[in-house]
């Protein structure tokens, strides 16, 4: 399937260029016959892989150097969509010049970072992103065949969701490399969650040692803990000092919200914080009172002065709290 059978500009923008010419022009789809693996003194390794769930599958072809173990020719064939093909020929690329021992350590990660045309930039939609999974599959379907051992002996990690065979490292790292926050997100990324769904939290049909809200938690926590301006609250663990203003805005509304907001509420006003600036060794922070605080006598030393000594305290001494 290539460019003409997507309908719909939207979800086509999203694809890579590296993606959308090889959907049109795969470099490595065909097959190898068993007379042209020994002309190469090679063996010949057929591997199918089927994910059942979207229909697609793959046939994976390797010529094996049998006294060295690496792969000298690669090739496949899909029966699937335009980003199957795309992920299939890339698998397949990666393969060649590899031993089947180091091919076999290639994961849909390193398949779809291959097809981005920039780091940070994903090469395909999320709801495209499992089809790199079956790419993953079907090289340890081969590696097994050549080594004649079962595929899962190649299983050296946690698998989380059993039912598309989604490991605990490749959860964290799709997780971490996208900042997912969802269920949702994780389930277009890896199909982790789309199935009997007893990976996503406790009380499925089966018990799990590890589920994806446990790994949703833990990618929030670390960003909290890195100061992350990702959609997650600050943490006033950090330093003041490191923060970005944004940080800093962020941690001073927390403690405001924690420790004053209420009081000057339940009175009829507020406060809202206007900017933060550095001035020397100072961080002179500007506000400006609200409701019944604007104006009053108090506000403009009591309330000033008990919100000064908050902050000092809970983010850094040299904080100054400025009215306009």
């Not at 992103?129 to 081969?142: E, L």
């Not at 060794?281 to 000064?308: H, M, P, Q, R, V």
Request: glycine content about 6%; charged content about 25%.
């Amino acid at each position: 399937m290539g460019i003409d059978s997507l309908v719909g500009g939207t979800i086509w923008d999203e694809y890579s260029d590296k993606v959308t010419d090889l959907m049109n022009n795969p470099q490595n789809m065909g097959d190898i016959k068993k007379e042209d693996a020994e002309a190469m003194g090679a063996k010949l390794i057929v591997a199918d892989f089927g994910a059942e769930s979207c229909g697609d599958a793959v046939r994976l072809y390797w010529a094996v150097d049998p006294e060295t173990d690496v792969i000298k020719e690669s090739k496949f064939k899909s029966f699937g969509c335009g980003t199957a093909i795309a992920s299939s020929d890339t698998m397949a690329e990666l393969c060649k010049g590899k031993t089947v021992q180091e091919a076999v350590k290639i994961t849909n990660i390193d398949v779809e970072l291959a097809m981005r045309d920039t780091p940070d930039t994903p090469s395909v939609p999320p709801q495209k992103m499992h089809c790199s999974v079956m790419a993953y599959d079907v090289i340890k379907k081969a590696a097994s065949q050549y080594m004649n051992v079962d595929m899962e002996s190649f299983e050296e990690e946690v698998i989380v969701c059993e039912c598309a065979r989604v490991s605990l490292s490749t959860l964290q790292e799709v997780i971490r490399l996208n900042d997912l926050t969802t269920i949702e997100q994780v389930a277009d990324y890896t199909k982790a969650g789309a199935f009997c769904k007893s990976c996503i939290k406790p009380g499925g049909h089966e018990d799990m040692d590890i589920y994806l809200v446990d790994l949703l938690e833990e990618h929030e926590k670390e960003k909290m803990l890195a100061g992350s301006t990702l959609g997650s609250t600050p943490g006033i663990d950090i330093d003041f000092a490191q923060m970005t203003v944004v940080q800093k805005l962020k941690a001073t509304e927390k403690v405001i919200d924690d420790n004053i907001r209420q009081m000057l509420v339940m009175d009829g006003g507020d406060v809202e914080i206007l900017d933060i600036k550095e001035n020397g060794i100072n961080f002179d922070i500007y506000i400006k009172f609200l409701g019944s605080c604007d104006g009053c006598s108090s506000a403009d030393t009591g309330t000033l002065y008990a919100l000064e000594n908050v902050l000092q305290d809970k983010l850094d001494k040299n904080i100054r709290v400025l009215p306009l």
